[in-house]
């Protein structure tokens, strides 16, 4: 693939050291792909309701990877960072990474969707991030 390819990832953790887990996942994506635009780093509640606090954050970017290889590359961060599904079936967040965008296409509605994405998002849209 010789073009490179808009990506759009989201970004969230809930553990006590949140706010440095999103800003270390932050400097692993931008250092491997090209053009990152980050939107600040902001708090927003669980979508559970439980009151449990996320550090999220948005990326774009542009990539060479195919869509399976840049899924292939956030999820073997996750589970670098000791992400697994104990960890998921307690609530417990080390680090999640979601390509909710690419190419153009929405890969993950729900997260499109969602509070905890369009608030870096909608940043990332006013500072002009996805203007070619």
Same mark, same amino acid.
């Given at each position: 693939?010789?073009?490179?390819?808009?990506?759009?990832?989201?970004?969230?953790?809930?553990?006590?050291?949140?706010?440095?887990?999103?800003?270390?996942?932050?400097?692993?994506?931008?250092?491997?792909?090209?053009?990152?635009?980050?939107?600040?780093?902001?708090?927003?509640?669980?979508?559970?309701?439980?009151?449990?606090?996320? *550090?999220?954050? @948005?990326?774009?970017?542009?990539?060479?990877?195919?869509? !399976?290889?840049?899924?292939?590359?956030? +999820? %073997?961060? $996750?589970?670098?960072?000791?992400?697994?599904?104990?960890?998921?079936? *307690?609530?417990? @967040?080390?680090?999640?990474?979601?390509?909710?965008?690419? !190419?153009?296409?929405?890969?993950?509605? +729900? %997260?499109? $969707?969602?509070?905890?994405?369009?608030?870096?998002?909608?940043?990332?849209?006013?500072?002009?991030?996805?203007?070619?």
């Amino acid at each position: 693939m010789d073009s490179l390819i808009p990506f759009t990832v989201g970004i969230g953790s809930n553990t006590p050291y949140r706010e440095k887990q999103v800003k270390n996942a932050i400097d692993f994506i931008c250092e491997r792909l090209s053009e990152c635009k980050v939107s600040s780093v902001y708090e927003s509640p669980a979508v559970s309701g439980d009151g449990t606090t996320y *550090t999220n954050a @948005v990326i774009h970017g542009r990539t060479s990877m195919s869509s !399976d290889q840049l899924v292939t590359l956030l +999820k %073997d961060y $996750e589970s670098i960072q000791e992400r697994t599904e104990t960890e998921n079936k *307690t609530g417990r @967040v080390v680090i999640d990474l979601d390509l909710v965008l690419y !190419d153009s296409r929405i890969l993950r509605p +729900k %997260d499109f $969707e969602s509070h905890y994405f369009n608030r870096g998002y909608s940043e990332l849209l006013a500072k002009g991030a996805y203007i070619d």
